[in-house]
């Protein structure tokens, strides 16, 4: 037939790596409190919505947006502290900015490699831009990097592009920085340190920019409290910085979010407190969740906790505290070294009063 239909069509046309996806899922949070997402909790001051609803009063709707986002790449860089002489590249959250490096340095026969259990839209990103996704497991007893498993993978497979989450999700650790060296050194493609979580930890790659010809690091304002507006940033090598680019949509930052970053940039210290606060909450989370009985907690540098709980009761205890109202996420199954293994946000002081009530009930 002239048109394509039903199953069969859907099988020939649609490319193999695609039709066996499942799409992302993102589960309906109406009515819970919301601790699955790594959001930060808090919302935009008060005091701050009119000067805000100001700025965003001037933008004009009817033209495109800035194509190169100018003022907000100026803003970028002298509040997050990017090194001079580094190019810098914004996405539609740092998502699309995986998607724009996969697209640069894709093809058949390329390898993107990350570490398992690792931040999933690497491996998705890989199938829809056609790598090969290659992912090496993480040391079963504390998910530390197992270096000479990544540097005998790295020799093996010549991957074109590294990701590493620093911190990582789903576990909160920080990678050795000795052992990410090595992997720089020894890669023959680009490493891209994923610092989503840098607002919740001392430690960053950041400053050494320029150190070595293959380091990108990649950021996000969506940790910090503004995950509503999809705004990612990598900086790097101008001359890498200029090839990914060419791979970005035009007017990939839109008016609302551009005008919304530079005025919540210009207010840095309101976010930089409300992540002093999360960052003491997941202190006390922490402990609180390490006197339960049978709870293993993993250290976290990030806005997030993992936990192992006793055999066979992932399940069940995050059916349970959905059911008394508090959300999160069910690990158990998503990876072999996750077995029993649920992660929190953290959340107010509150929220993750909740979530503790919930849990001792639900245990
Ligand atoms: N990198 C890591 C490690 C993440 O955990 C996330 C979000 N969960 C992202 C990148 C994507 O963040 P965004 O697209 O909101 O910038």
């Not at 695609?18 to 959001?39: C, F, N, Q, W």
């Not at 976290?300 to 055999?311: G, K, Q, T, V, Y």
Request: net charge negative; with cysteine; aromatic share 6%.
């Amino acid at each position: 037939p002239a048109h394509a239909a039903g199953a069969a069509a859907l099988d020939t046309l649609v490319r193999p790596a695609i039709r066996a996806l499942s799409a992302y899922h993102v589960p309906d949070a109406t009515g819970l409190i919301k601790l699955d997402a790594m959001e930060n909790p808090y919302s935009l001051p008060e005091e701050l919505r009119e000067p805000w609803l100001s700025a965003l009063r001037e933008q004009a709707l009817n033209r495109y947006p800035d194509p190169q986002a100018s003022l907000l790449r100026t803003t970028l860089r002298a509040t997050m502290g990017i090194p001079a002489g580094m190019g810098l590249v914004l996405g539609n959250g740092s998502d699309e900015l995986i998607q724009m490096l996969a697209l640069a340095l894709g093809g058949p026969g390329r390898t993107l490699l990350s570490v398992e259990p690792g931040f999933v839209m690497y491996r998705m990103i890989a199938t829809v831009a056609g790598l090969d996704y290659l992912g090496v497991p993480l040391r079963a007893e504390d998910f530390a990097l197992d270096l000479d498993a990544t540097l005998a993978a790295i020799e093996e497979h010549q991957p074109a592009l590294t990701f590493l989450a620093y911190p990582n999700n789903p576990t909160g650790n920080l990678f050795a920085a000795d052992s990410i060296a090595r992997i720089i050194e020894a890669s023959p493609g680009l490493v891209v340190v994923d610092e989503a979580y840098a607002p919740f930890t001392d430690h960053s790659f950041l400053s050494r920019l320029g150190d070595w010809p293959n380091l990108l690091v990649l950021r996000t304002v969506s940790k910090m409290g503004l995950a509503g507006l999809r705004l990612g940033y990598l900086a790097g090598p101008p001359e890498w910085i200029e090839e990914i680019d060419k791979t970005r949509l035009p007017y990939n930052i839109n008016v609302l979010t551009q005008a919304s970053a530079v005025f919540a940039l210009r207010h840095a210290e309101v976010f930089d407190a409300q992540t002093r606060l999360i960052r003491a909450e997941r202190e006390r989370l922490a402990k609180a969740l390490a006197a339960m009985d049978g709870m293993q907690v993993y250290p976290s540098e990030a806005n997030f906790i993992l936990l192992r709980l006793p055999d066979g009761t992932a399940g069940p205890v995050f059916m349970g505290l959905k059911a008394q109202g508090v959300l999160i996420k069910n690990l158990d199954g998503a990876h072999p070294r996750l077995r029993d293994c649920l992660r929190v946000t953290v959340g107010t002081a509150d929220e993750n009063q909740a979530f503790l009530e919930a849990l001792a009930k639900a245990v």
